[in-house]
């Protein structure tokens, strides 16, 4: 029976463990579902059977590269979402904050709406969830004695009753782990997980997914148990370790507050607070230019073509295969000369990509404007298309063994052959 491979799961996680949020261009639709099915099998029907030595960093190549096309596609689906023509940048309005990481801006309003007139956002707290954290116990102590046992779990709107078994010779680490599955899959609005400190010991801890209180509410949830108080009063689980809080902030100086950390602002503007600001520094938020918008999509295209050729590299001296390298150059050699004219120039050293900023917003707002979007667009669809490639078979790139020519007169199709990556994590030695 195969088993996970840890080496492949540990990089993975190593590599792109704070990333796996994702974004809503990560979700798709049947049909999108469907379309990447077909191409897998359009892939297969031509594809010779191969060996692959999985030794050395085969692994982390192919999980890398998949990363970056995955990267790219989103990046993408968000440049053209409203559009496909780049073009479109140009025209939308893009709001923009004078400090991101205290206060993120979002225009959600109409593009043809009137008024550009910038506010101000100073942030004095932010919204906080309700925290419960249990009493730390000893890790492999064995304070619960076996048994069934019960707790009410009671929000402002609904409450729940929650029964969890200890086995005969369950750790207190084990009880609180038994516990957290089962509150987490539950759908009640709350998370939980097991915390430890620098002693040996652990707790449970609970976290609303809401944040803010109403005036009529105290807490956003409490938890209580008549027949097993005593194993919930060990736990500690009752406990309010941090209250729900609003989030304060001002807008042009006049005091406001939120149940949450994301609202909107006369429909037009959803606001995320992820810092405080100082006391007489308050975020300025306005309009990109529209030079500047494009500049900006356009500098986030060059770092993801920029981003195959690290992969690339990164692998050129274990593999022999360069074939990734060759079909990513391969892109600003057939536009070089249309790409350098509009300020988008080639590292002569690594053949990576650079913006001259000032050369392309004089490009986008000249007399020839119109070609210049037209060598953005086949750039963008160059570029979507080798991402598009790679994500479908990321092993397509690696040095590999020939085993057999498919029968063209006869082909049977077996649709995920190509999609070996997917298998990357078991280990197919057993």
Do not use: C
Request: hydrophobic fraction near 30%; glycine fraction near 6%.
């Amino acid at each position: 029976m195969a088993k996970i491979d840890n080496s492949a799961y540990n990089y993975f996680l190593q590599a792109y463990g704070d990333k796996l949020s994702g974004t809503r261009f990560d979700s798709h639709k049947r049909e999108d579902l469907e379309k990447i099915y077909n191409r897998i099998v359009r892939k297969n029907r031509s594809t010779p059977v191969y060996k692959i030595t999985f030794d050395g960093d085969v692994k982390n190549f192919a999980i890398d590269l998949k990363e970056q096309s995955r990267s790219t596609l989103n990046l993408v689906s968000s440049i053209t979402e409203d559009s496909d023509d780049i073009e479109s940048v140009f025209y939308k309005k893009i709001a923009t904050s004078s400090n991101e990481d205290a206060v993120k801006i979002n225009y959600i309003g109409s593009d043809d709406a009137d008024g550009r007139t910038a506010f101000t956002v100073g942030v004095d707290s932010l919204a906080l969830p309700q925290v419960n954290t249990g009493n730390y116990l000893p890790i492999k102590g064995n304070d619960f004695e076996e048994g069934t046992y019960s707790f009410d779990l009671s929000t402002p709107f609904k409450s729940y009753e929650f029964e969890f078994n200890v086995s005969y010779g369950d750790t207190n680490r084990e009880v609180q782990s038994k516990i957290a599955r089962l509150v987490n899959s539950s759908n009640v609005g709350l998370s939980a997980k097991v915390v430890r400190d620098g002693n040996g010991n652990s707790a449970l801890q609970l976290t609303s997914k809401q944040t803010g209180l109403s005036e009529d509410e105290k807490n956003l949830f409490s938890i209580s148990s008549d027949s097993s108080w005593n194993e919930i009063n060990k736990l500690g689980i009752a406990n309010i370790t941090q209250p729900a809080s609003n989030s304060r902030f001002s807008l042009n100086g006049k005091d406001h507050s939120s149940l949450s950390n994301t609202f909107t602002i006369n429909q037009e503007f959803e606001i995320t607070l992820s810092n405080t600001t100082p006391k007489d520094e308050p975020a300025v938020i306005g309009f990109k230019a529209n030079t500047d918008a494009i500049a900006d999509s356009v500098s986030d295209l060059l770092t993801s073509y920029n981003g195959f050729i690290a992969v690339g590299e990164k692998y050129s001296t274990s593999h022999s295969n360069n074939q990734l390298l060759n079909e990513v150059h391969g892109i600003s050699m057939q536009l070089s000369d249309d790409l350098k004219n509009i300020g988008v120039n080639e590292n002569p050293d690594d053949g990576t990509l650079s913006l001259d900023r000032e050369k392309l917003a004089d490009s986008v707002t000249s007399a020839n404007a119109k070609h210049t979007f037209k060598v953005l667009n086949k750039f963008k669809d160059m570029l979507t298309k080798e991402a598009g490639k790679t994500s479908i078979d990321p092993l397509n790139y690696v040095d590999k063994i020939t085993v057999e020519y498919k029968n063209p007169k006869n082909v049977l199709t077996a649709p995920y052959a190509s999609s070996i990556y997917a298998g990357l994590l078991l280990d197919y030695s057993l």
